[in-house]
């Protein structure tokens, strides 16, 4: 017990976070601190006693500014992009029950290629080169959506030359401009608010736009008009898969707004990449199982109509224009001993196909 150290700065346990290569470290009031290694949430320290709401509130201090910690009091939690000399973080406080609870995500400081991430380039280069329309990456909380999505607006900054303006909460990557003119906001320090931004930026004559996640009705609309009038839009959902996605996109409208949203959608839409990031099989990392939709006049069909169910089924048909299901793609992450067996049933959409793959 004695030699288990006790911080009463964060960045002590940040440092300890990047050497060990984690994706997040949790300082919670009543639980020792945490960390999430290759998706597996453990306490760095098997005997290390639970943090006290005394240490997280001194830890809370240590790295919050006065207009965070105010907002915190105000608020009940704020979440913010914090640098120190190791790296960036998102950093999040929440006031619970028992004292303060402080969660960081270790973000790369370098932004990493298509090609190191395993994103099938030949298929996404042509999504990157339109004028306008949406292209949408999704998965659930961790999946790397963030990291992927600064890839690809990483590359449009090498690939083309115009102007591209993210609007994040927080900014997570910094991305410097290359051939093309980069502007990032972050909510809460540059903008009030999401919606407002994306209104703000329509007149800044951006090419793209960045969203960081569309998460509600407003932001939602405010993306889909951007992408009707001529700017190619990149933003986040959490959502599973494409058809889910399309449903999540449509359900948060008014019922007599949706015929007219559904076309919306079906002539702005590019593509849909949903991505899970799933433990290999020798323990040193993760795998990236990506599902990849593109917007073809059969897909266009299919959601003008309301029949996002027929989708898997196109999916299978589309291999030619680059389309892959997430069953596919965890069945090619099997066969090529990445994952396990039983990875592959936990994450998979079709039960049924799966059990008949593996013949169980």
């Known amino acids: 017990m004695s030699d288990i150290p006790v911080y009463d700065h964060v960045d002590q346990y940040l440092q300890f976070g990047i050497e060990y290569e984690c994706s ?42 006065k207009k965070e910690w105010d907002r915190l009091q105000d608020k009940g939690d704020v979440d913010f992009a914090y640098q120190n000399e190791s790296g960036r973080f998102r950093a999040s406080v929440v006031k619970q029950r028992l004292g303060y609870d402080i969660c960081f995500r270790i973000i790369n400081t ?14 996404l280069l042509p999504l990157t080169r339109y004028q306008n ?18 890839s690809i607006t990483d590359f449009i900054n090498s690939d083309r030359e115009d102007h ?53 009705l407003e932001t939602i ?18 959502t599973g898969n494409a058809p889910r996605t399309l449903d999540r ?11 007219q949203i559904r076309i919306m959608v079906s002539e702005s839409l590019r ?8 433990p290999r099989m020798d323990g040193t990392g993760r795998e990236l199982a990506l599902e990849l939709l593109v917007n073809t006049p059969a897909v266009a069909n299919c959601i003008r109509e309301g029949k996002t169910f027929m989708l898997p089924g196109i999916m299978q048909t589309g291999k030619n224009v680059g389309m892959i299901t997430m069953d596919d793609s965890l069945q090619k992450l099997y066969i090529k001993g990445k994952i396990s067996q039983e990875e592959a049933m936990f994450r998979c959409e079709d039960k049924t196909q799966m059990r008949e793959y593996f013949a169980l």
């Open 24 to 65: 997040d470290i949790h300082l919670p009031t009543a639980f020792p601190p945490a960390w999430r290694r290759f998706g597996q949430l453990q306490p760095i320290w098997s005997e290390a006693p639970p943090l006290d709401a005394q240490t997280t509130e001194k830890l809370t201090r240590s790295f919050l500014g």
């Open 249 to 259: 996109i449509l359900d948060v409208f008014p019922v007599d707004q949706r015929a």
């Open 164 to 216: 591209i303006l993210t609007l994040e909460d927080p900014i997570e990557y910094i991305l410097n401009s290359k051939n093309c003119h980069v502007n990032q906001r972050e909510v809460h320090t540059h903008t009030d608010s999401l919606p407002k931004a994306l209104r703000g930026a329509l007149r800044e004559d951006p090419d793209v736009i960045m969203v960081g996640e569309m998460r509600d």
């Open 271 to 278: 593509g849909i990449i949903s991505q899970q990031l799933i």
């Open 110 to 123: 370098r932004v990493q290629t298509m090609e190191e991430l395993g994103l099938p380039i030949e298929s």
């Open 133 to 150: 329309g949406l292209l949408l990456v999704t998965g659930s909380v961790g999946s790397g959506k963030s990291t992927t999505l600064a």
């Open 221 to 238: 609309q405010l993306a889909l008009t951007a992408a009707e009038t001529g700017h190619l839009v990149l933003a986040t959902l959490h």
